[in-house]
């Protein structure tokens, strides 16, 4: 399956249960809005609306988790939310894998602000370490998407995440053009244009808002997970 039918085939798999996917929108717009009353409101109320962000964040995690293990193993239908239980589990352990896999770019990015308070003024030495970080962040997202990839084919063990050398040599041996034509899509989507809407939808009218996030948010995302889960599928593993 090359890039083209991909991109197809995840789309048209986006769209295929309404229900997940409406359910999905009301995930979004859950955590959208109690993040903003946790920004806004008194400590006391932010302490108890974490429990039910973090709830929201890990069936979220759990269900896209899901997606990339189906389509890996070959099934075209939309998992239904059930087995909240399972899906809280499943997402603990996705969101604990992007952390670790996010440590060393946060680390370098923490390391710019405290030691140089003049990061965005223009020299030599700033530029070499906000490159530095721009390279850390792409390739700890490029290799944690081939973490996660065979993760979810080992079944979801979770030291399998971290087996470096065997991940690295399954993202070498899909040789270049084919490394640069299965992840520049999921790179733009993951990297740019989620964070872009969802910063969007932080701004503008309240019903416009809720329209995108019942809408274009889940699309995006089981878009996203969808073809990962093919990328996975067809040339890594």
């Given at each position: ?10 789309a ?23 993040f ?25 995690g759990?269900y ?17 939310f ?126 416009i ?29």
């Amino acid at each position: 399956m090359n890039t083209k039918e991909t991109i197809i085939d995840s789309a048209k798999y986006s769209f295929k249960v309404k229900r997940s996917f409406l359910f999905l929108g009301f995930l979004f717009w859950a955590l959208s809005h109690n993040f903003r009353v946790i920004l806004n409101e008194n400590f006391s109320l932010a302490m108890f609306l974490i429990i039910p962000l973090m709830l929201f964040t890990f069936i979220e995690g759990g269900y896209l988790a899901t997606i990339i293990e189906d389509t890996i193993f070959g099934l075209n239908i939309q998992p239904k939310f059930e087995n909240y239980k399972n899906l809280i589990f499943k997402g603990i352990k996705e969101v604990l894998i992007v952390f670790i896999y996010s440590i060393i770019p946060i680390f370098t990015l923490i390391v710019l602000l405290i030691f140089d308070s003049a990061l965005f003024t223009f020299n030599i030495a700033n530029l070499i370490l906000f490159s530095l970080f721009i390279f850390l962040l792409f390739c700890s997202f490029i290799v944690l998407q081939g973490a996660i990839i065979h993760y979810e084919y080992s079944h979801a063990k979770f030291k399998t995440a971290f087996e470096f050398r065997l991940i690295l040599r399954k993202l070498r041996s899909m040789g270049v053009n084919r490394f640069i034509t299965s992840f520049s899509m999921l790179t733009l989507i993951l990297v740019f244009i989620i964070p872009i809407t969802t910063g969007i939808t932080e701004e503008v009218h309240p019903i416009i808002s809720i329209i995108m996030e019942f809408t274009i948010l889940p699309f995006l995302a089981i878009f996203s997970s969808r073809l990962l889960g093919l990328i996975g599928k067809h040339h890594f593993i």
